[in-house]
């Protein structure tokens, strides 16, 4: 889907409709959605797609304890939501004093989540960290790439029709990126107040200031500061310096922060214009501004 720069989302206007009237204004402006969006709105739509955050909460630096556990929701060969199987059984205890963690980037764009969630703890904080969705559909395809190195490029899967501009929004790395759509779900059942953005480009060029609004929200004592991390040359990326399960430095692992292939800036330019008025509904609702379209390069 090719926007046309008129067709970028004032903010009174986007005040006026809700996010989905609104996206659904635009892509009948461009004819160019159909109803892939509207199709994939009941089902799963996007995720985030980062893990770094949680990964580097994990040290238990402070108190309160943070624990981490994975995927409380999920039922053992079940991922479509469809039993009831939320089962706080699986979590560890938490005791006076700590935090339990959960993180499971594919909630965020799963339609079910918000309402499964808001069921099981109504006053749970939420953290998701956001990246430019134009760096995050390269990053989701590198990934794919890794595991199936025959898919086809990215450029013959960003589009349905690449001489008529269609993105295709139906490929999930790219709906993934539509952060507003996902969002409505989620603001359905939780005020902004109990949603922390963490920026995912933030996390990269200032950890620990990314970290001490994670800390603020989660209403610890801002423990992990400067000192804990350095900038790693090879890996091109933060790292930790001293974890609290071992001596030495610590990075994420391999699979995080890969090199990018590189892929035609005419494609990065028209999924940049793709997705320019969805980021802009999304600051709108956040009330952050990402600074996405400034953005030079996308990795
Ligand atoms: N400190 C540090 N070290 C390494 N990587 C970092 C770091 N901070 C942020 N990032 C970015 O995190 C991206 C990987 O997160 P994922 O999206 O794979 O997370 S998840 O597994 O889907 O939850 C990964 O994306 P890629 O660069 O595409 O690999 C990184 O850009």
Redesign the pocket.
């Known amino acids: 889907m090719i926007l046309a720069s008129g067709l970028c989302v004032d903010a009174d206007v986007t005040a006026a409709l809700s996010t989905r009237d609104t996206v659904n204004e635009l892509c009948q402006a461009q004819m160019q959605c159909f109803l892939t969006i509207w199709s994939t709105l009941k089902c799963m739509v996007f995720q985030t797609?980062?893990?770094?955050n949680s990964e580097m909460l994990n040290p238990k630096h402070g108190r309160p304890t943070l624990l981490e556990e994975q995927c409380p929701l999920n039922c053992p060969n079940s991922s479509d939501f469809k039993d009831p199987c939320i089962n706080l059984n699986v979590m560890p205890k938490t005791l006076d004093g700590q935090l339990t963690m959960e993180k499971t980037?594919s909630y965020f764009v799963t339609n079910e989540a918000p309402k499964r969630i808001h069921s099981m703890a109504k006053d749970i904080k939420l953290i998701v960290v956001v990246r430019n969705p134009v760096t995050r559909a390269i990053?989701d395809y590198?990934?794919t790439l890794s595991k199936k190195p025959e898919i086809p490029t990215f450029e013959v899967l960003a589009f349905k029709n690449r001489t008529l501009g269609l993105i295709d929004a139906s490929w999930s790395a790219i709906r993934i990126g539509i952060y507003a759509l996902h969002l409505e779900n989620w603001l359905q059942y939780f005020p902004l107040s109990q949603i922390l953005f963490v920026s995912?480009e933030r996390?990269?060029v200032d950890?620990a200031g990314e970290m001490a609004k994670v800390q603020d929200f989660l209403g610890l004592k801002r423990v992990v500061t400067e000192k804990h991390f350095y900038f790693n040359k090879t890996?091109g990326?933060?790292?930790l310096k001293k974890p609290e399960d071992s001596s030495a430095p610590r990075?994420?692992g391999k699979?995080?922060?890969?090199t990018?292939p590189r892929i035609d800036p005419d494609v990065i330019h028209r999924l940049r214009k793709f997705y320019k008025p969805f980021n802009m509904m999304f600051y709108q609702m956040t009330g952050q501004d990402f600074r996405w379209e400034q953005e030079e390069g996308d990795k």
């Open positions: 797609g980062m893990a770094q980037p990053s590198t990934q995912g996390l990269i950890p890996k990326f933060p790292c990075c994420l699979s995080k922060g890969r990018h």
